[in-house]
Nanobody
Framework: VQLQASGGGLVQAGGSLRLSCVAS????????IGWFRQAPGKEREFVAG????????RYADSVRGRSTISRDSAKNTVYLQMNSLKPEDTAVYYC??????????????????WGQGTQVTVSS
């Protein structure tokens, strides 16, 4: 499974971005996609996740109400729409896949494949 994350950029506080994660290669019917982020000097943290078949979603408290994760099965793509961005949202954002699962889990070590990351910078 290969994951390609894109959509990052520089945005002012209060602005919006939509990140995309395209999955290719061998895929499975039961897997979840998670978005994570890592700011300089901090550990990688869970942001949001979605199951591929059931559309079950999960959000970190820090982004709940400001972000929406969705999927387009025909395009093998998961989106993370982020609104009302804050400077503390600045980080490299990664998407990851956990195979053979019907749930969204938080720990990074439970994910099997990772994309390369896309930089999100929010200016104040």
């Amino acid at each position: 499974v290969q994951l390609q994350a894109s959509g990052g950029g520089l945005v002012q506080a209060g602005g919006s971005l939509r990140l995309s994660c395209v999955a290719s290669g061998r895929t499975f019917s039961r897997y979840a996609i998670g978005w994570f982020r890592q700011a300089p000097g901090k550990e990688r943290e869970f942001v949001a996740g979605i199951t591929w078949s059931g559309g079950i979603t999960r959000y970190a408290d820090s982004v709940r109400g400001r972000s929406t994760i969705s999927r387009d099965s025909a395009k093998n793509t998961v989106y993370l729409q982020m609104n009302s961005l804050k400077p503390e949202d600045t980080a490299v954002y990664y998407c990851a896949a956990r195979l053979l699962t019907l749930v969204v889990v938080v720990p990074t070590e439970n994910y099997d494949y990772w994309g390369q990351g896309t930089q999100v910078t929010v200016s104040s």
